[in-house]
């Protein structure tokens, strides 16, 4: 079995892309999750009728494609390297290493969805109504419905495109998705912490970095105490030098980020403008993990 | 100034892409070279009337393009990798990390010229006639007329198409590059080894390897022993831990492989079957670095 596989912890982009590029490729190749499915990602899978991908069988494994990721810290655990034959992504390189050339295709749009709308599209292959809508419902969910500094006008042509060819009001199923995301109700802390948690490579240290992007910080938010323990704990069994979380209110364009120990504040207190009080960094503008915090954090800290 | 890039010590595939990349991309892109030019790739461009590239000049690059390489091993000295913009290349990944997601595309072709093809035409682009012949020459060095194990089906469907669009002959302008290549006159033997010669990192070591491609081994091997003192000279120069050159017959498939020390005996009669004769083994079918000796050497030095 061929498997088409998202990162750890999967966001919606990884999810969706998955079950796309899966489509796209054809025969052989099925969709697989990389860990369990945020309430964001249920959600839209469950409003277009589509079932929840598998957990990869590891021993069953002839080949992988890896969609929405390229460094082997996010990666599926147990995965051999020597068996990626394809990666779609929009991320940065970040230092993986292979023995033979394979295809690579990665491009800095807002999301992995809008490249594989392109491939189909220069492969003039017709797309699915359901997979269409899904990539809609991905491109919204990576740019924050075009809030977030990584929409790209790549990314606003094809939702568009989409939303016309399938009448999905734009605004209206984006609110609905981001509402789903927003729902604390029956997540213990724990995993409203590692839900989008993701490890990198920066200079000499490992980091970790969780986000929770809601409409409504507040619930979070006073939740602080128990959220700080939490990250405590999965920094002592993720192993990572440095660990930071961040609540991101999607509406105001802010970040909470909650620090577990003095080293992060340190840290983030030199890279970030924003008010301290307590654990939490209070940092207007900052949405984007990928596009504003991981840049900032890895320039700081390969120069340390 | 934004250069379009090959690898140092360019082979042809390097140059001509570099050239039809920025022909591609057009206003603002300029093609350069990483290193003096092979007698291939000088027989090429006098054929079709284009010029030689210029080296970049560092203190007005405002962005680079990477074409058929993308370790930056490879990359022409003092180039910040935080302005490179794009990567086309046919190799595989080698461990480059970026700050920032740029577009990438690679893809297992014999050469990367087959990928430029393809940009044009998914772009509906018209190639221009001399950047077309030059793309044939690339397609035809680079996969030693199809003899080595490193061309597909892409790329002979992409020959072939030019072939008939151009008018040229195959074979015949084939024969034409590789005696042009196979050439040794004037050349001082330190430029025979270092002309084709690329280093890789390997598990915990750092290797170089040089490759002479040639229609007539016999003259580069009579001079084995000044080789072996030219090759010497060069592990001393660039400091790598490991040093190989390959004398390559691509008539009747056969690699020459002269190595400085017992170190690199031992590695090589460990990996390849042939025989070994003072300091030189000879291999029946190895004709390419990249799919053949690469892979083999990067496999068994990182489980040492």
Known sequence: M????????????????????????????????????????????????????????????????????????????????????????????????????????????????????????????????????????????????????????????????????????????????????SDLTGMPISRVVSADYKEFEMGKFNVGIGVFETVDPAPALERKGEIVEAVRELQQEAGVDYIFFAVVDIVVDMAYLIMPTDKEKEVATAIFKGDLEDDVLKIPGVVSRKKQMVPSLQKYLENV
Do not use: W
Not at 4 to 17: A, E, M, Q, R
Not at 95 to 114: D, W
Not at 149 to 168: F, L
């Open 2 to 181: 061929k498997y088409v596989l998202g990162h750890k912890n999967p966001d919606t982009d990884s999810i969706i892309s998955a079950i796309a590029m899966a489509d796209f490729l054809g025969d052989g190749y099925m969709p697989a999750r990389s860990g369990d499915l945020n309430k964001e990602s249920l959600f839209v899978l469950n409003e277009f009728g589509i079932e929840s991908p598998e957990l990869p069988e590891l021993n069953e494994v002839e080949g992988f494609v890896l969609v929405d990721h390229n460094q082997e810290a996010q990666m599926f655990d147990g995965l051999d390297k020597s068996k990626i034959e394809m990666i779609v992504d929009h991320h940065n390189l970040g230092g993986l290493a292979l023995l033979s050339p394979i295809f690579i295709r990665i491009e800095p749009t807002g999301c992995t969805a809008t490249i594989i709308y392109k491939l189909y599209k220069e492969a003039a292959r017709e797309i699915p109504e359901n997979i269409k809508k899904l990539l809609l419902a991905s491109i919204l969910s990576d740019t924050l419905n075009f809030s977030s500094p990584t929409g790209t006008e790549a990314d606003k042509m094809v939702a568009n495109e989409i939303a016309r060819e399938t009448s999905i009001k734009i605004d209206e199923f984006a609110a609905k998705m981001f509402k789903a995301k």
